[in-house]
């Protein structure tokens, strides 16, 4: 069964950094592009950040370029999201997703759990 | 950017329902569906405009190319009652969502 399980976030205060990581199971995780989707309370989603399954494309949502970094290990089966510089409006439920095609990025296919992240003084 | 379309609706069980979500630029038939109920993780339901997910039941279909997308359930089911967002993946990243539509009793 495919799992995504994430871990990392928590309350922070503005200015401040915070390190998201999302273990993968149950499939070829180095074969799959990944992402990160957030969702602020109330409001709809937001797709962050994405990347292919060898690192070479890697993308950002306008909001986020520049302050998040994503990165993952295929050695591991672990996908991260470095941010950094978090404002209040970085606050949200993120999601881990892992992509529906091998070797492509077309669509988010299976979502994590889920992790909080709340970004206040 | 993507624009969904009505925001709300109401519906009866058996109805037929249609959200519709127009792309700024041409984006070919890289669209894709996705419902969410609430307190849980979102679902896909179609991706490439028209392709049913697994396990997707059969009432849910997908439509449109270039910038005008429609996302069809044809006999509203009461675990239907969900919020819908398009997602467009052209040119791969970064990648945008609609606004949702919220589908009500």
């Known amino acids: 069964e495919v799992e995504l399980v994430e871990s990392g976030g928590g309350l922070v205060q503005p200015g401040r950094s915070l390190r998201l990581a999302c273990v993968a199971s149950g499939f070829n995780f180095d074969g799959y592009a990944m992402h990160w989707v957030r969702q602020g309370p109330g409001k709809g989603l937001e797709w962050v950040s994405g990347?292919?399954?060898?690192?070479?494309?890697?993308g950002y949502a306008d909001s986020v370029k520049g302050r998040f970094t994503i990165s993952r290990d295929n050695a591991k089966k672990s996908l991260y999201l470095h941010m950094s510089s978090l404002r209040p409006e970085d606050t949200a439920f993120y999601y881990c997703?892992?992509?529906?095609?091998?070797?492509?990025?077309?669509?988010?296919?299976?979502w994590g759990q889920g992790t909080t992240v709340t970004v206040s003084s | 950017q993507m624009t969904q379309s009505p925001s709300s609706l109401s519906a009866s069980v058996g109805d037929r329902v249609t959200i519709t979500c127009r792309a700024s630029?041409?984006?070919?038939?890289?669209l894709n569906w996705y419902q969410q109920t609430l307190g849980k993780a979102p679902k896909l339901l179609i991706y490439?405009?028209?392709t049913l997910q697994s396990g997707v039941p059969s009432r849910f279909s997908g439509s449109g190319s270039g910038t005008d997308f429609t996302l069809t359930i044809s006999s509203l089911q009461p675990e239907d009652f969900a919020t819908y967002y398009c997602q467009q993946s052209y040119g791969n990243l970064p990648w945008t969502f609609g606004q949702g539509t919220k589908v009500e009793i």
């Open positions: 990347i292919s399954w060898n690192s070479n494309d890697i």
């Open positions: 490439d405009a028209s």
């Open positions: 630029q041409s984006i070919s038939s890289s």
């Open positions: 997703v892992k992509d529906i095609r091998e070797g492509d990025i077309a669509a988010l296919d299976v």
